[in-house]
């Protein structure tokens, strides 16, 4: 097939993408990165430089399979080593699923510094039918934004005081693809007004593609432009029957894909906006604004427009309540899974009194060192337990029954996988599946806060999968486990390229000298 090619050198540099001047990670030294595009089936190939003098890294393509290529999905201490200060890697792998997503360092926050871009993969042209419409105008990424570098929130959000952690953790603003304007008397940090916000075209009576990225930090985005109505054709990777909605809520690696009918006229222009919600409720955060423009519009002046009213059916369930969602290609889980898991959420102090995430008691902890894909490809399967290691063996079909001990909900990630969402709400499950037949699937779900998420997946992807909730500053506080499956076919079948023993051997070299 088609292989894509980049060259990207990930590097250090000063941005003020909102007017704001501060230190950012940045790849080929622009904010947000480079758009990856392909068509399904295509390779894709990118040669990574670290060019940070001090730090790892590693790069995440979410939402991918990646079933040819295990070794290949990014998580350093989990399928590789962190790429050394000073070296290369190149990562090749399938454009196996088809739509919207992104792009991400996945070493520890440090996508939240900038280290992240959009990622679109064509699909089949007869899709034509359920995807209707004239223009793809693109991503929208969406990106809560701080004004500081991502280790020194890191250190801030793990510690002792509970009001500080949750100030480190709240955001500064709030951007459209990379832009959006801050009132300079709001900070210390030099800032020049007018940095200005994204702008959008459209072209009356057609119908625009947009692809809704949430590529945040922490805020659970809830999206809607001014007047006009967003019809959804597909959640993360999967595609749906259309439905229709005043706005729309995408939790953290969430994605969207909604057809707009430009019903505007001719010199009228609209707001985007894009606010932060938790538990229905607008934080104090800021609004995202971009601007929309129809033909003959002064795009000097910003638009005039009123807000949608928020018609929601339950805010409760930031997911769109899944009795309503319809996956096109139909796919029935197995009726009893051969092994559930049953996994607890939670927030506790740990030994040394800062605060930190627990998955049923264990709060995960990287060991950079030794990939547990790599340990289980020389036969190894059992790991300290703080590396939240869950060993499916040769199980098909799994359940994971998830409790939400916390009042406030999060964005739960599984790689290499789309997960069958059974059931979500709050308070406890009382044992009904959303649609058995052909239920929702996505690779991101909200759980609700005080909840419950029941997800089932197709063990058929010999590797070692991270579950994870994607807010940044939680990944990095240890809500996360792994999930491990047909460790017989890791050690027996599993060819793992040189270059993952090479980038170790010089990972190991660059610690021994720091
Ligand atoms: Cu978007 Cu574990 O990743």
Not at 146 to 166: K, L, Q, W
Request: hydrophobic share 35%.
């Amino acid at each position: 097939g088609v292989v894509r090619h980049y060259d990207w050198t990930i590097s250090r540099k000063t941005l003020a993408p909102d007017g704001v001047e501060r230190p950012m990670i940045v790849v080929n030294g622009a904010f947000p990165g480079p758009t990856i595009e392909a068509n399904w089936g295509d390779w894709i190939e990118v040669t990574v430089t670290n060019g940070l003098e001090d730090e790892g890294t590693s790069l995440h393509w979410h939402g991918l399979l990646q079933t040819e290529t295990p070794w290949f999905d990014g998580v350093p201490g989990v399928q590789q080593c962190p790429i050394a200060p000073g070296s290369t890697f190149t990562y090749r792998f399938r454009a196996d699923l088809y739509g919207t997503s992104w792009w991400h360092s996945h070493y520890s926050a440090q996508y939240s510094s900038g280290v992240l871009g959009p990622m679109i993969i064509h699909g089949p042209n007869h899709l034509k039918e359920t995807e209707d419409y004239d223009i793809d105008l693109g991503p929208v990424l969406l990106t809560d934004w701080y004004h500081r570098a991502y280790f020194d929130i890191v250190e801030d959000v793990m510690g002792t005081d509970i009001n500080s952690i949750i100030a480190a953790g709240s955001s500064e603003n709030n951007l459209i693809n990379g832009k959006m304007n801050f009132n300079c008397s709001n900070t210390n940090l030099p800032c020049t007004e007018g940095a200005g916000i994204s702008k959008f075209e459209f072209t009356t009576g057609k119908k625009h593609r947009l692809r809704l990225i949430n590529a945040g930090s922490e805020g659970q985005q809830k999206f809607s432009i001014d007047e006009h109505s967003l019809t959804v054709i597909a959640r993360d990777f999967v595609p749906v029957e259309p439905y229709t909605l005043n706005m729309v809520s995408l939790g953290i690696g969430q994605r969207l894909d909604v057809i707009v009918e430009a019903t505007g006229s001719s010199g009228s222009s609209y707001f985007m906006r894009s606010t932060i919600e938790t538990n229905c409720t607008r934080s104090s955060q800021p609004y995202a604004l971009a601007a929309v423009y129809y033909p003959d519009a002064n795009q000097t002046a910003l638009p005039n427009s009123t807000p949608q009213p928020d018609t929601r059916p339950d805010c409760t369930k930031p997911d769109y309540p899944l009795e309503s969602t319809v996956p096109i290609y139909k796919i029935t889980p197995a009726e009893t899974p051969d092994l559930t898991y049953e996994i607890e959420l939670s927030l506790a102090q740990n030994s040394s009194g800062n605060w930190v995430w627990f998955m049923s008691g264990s709060s995960f902890r990287v060991n950079f060192n030794e990939p547990v894909l790599i340990l289980a490809n020389k036969g190894n399967t059992s790991f300290p337990s703080n590396w939240n290691v869950y060993n499916s063996g040769n199980a098909t079909n799994v359940r994971v029954i998830l409790k939400n001990l916390f009042t406030v909900g999060h964005p739960m990630h599984f790689h290499g996988h789309n997960m069958f969402e059974l059931a979500s709400g709050t308070g406890t499950w009382d044992g009904t599946i959303t649609n058995p037949e052909n239920p929702p699937r996505r690779d991101t779900h909200m759980i609700p806060g005080s909840g419950y998420y029941v997800f089932q997946y197709v063990a058929d992807n010999p590797g070692v999968w991270p579950f994870h909730c994607h807010i940044a500053w939680h990944v990095s506080g240890g809500l996360y486990v792994n999930l491990m499956e047909h460790p017989d076919k890791i050690a027996q079948n599993m060819k793992i390229p040189q270059i993952m023993h090479q980038t170790c051997r010089d990972w190991a070299a660059f610690s021994n000298t720091t």
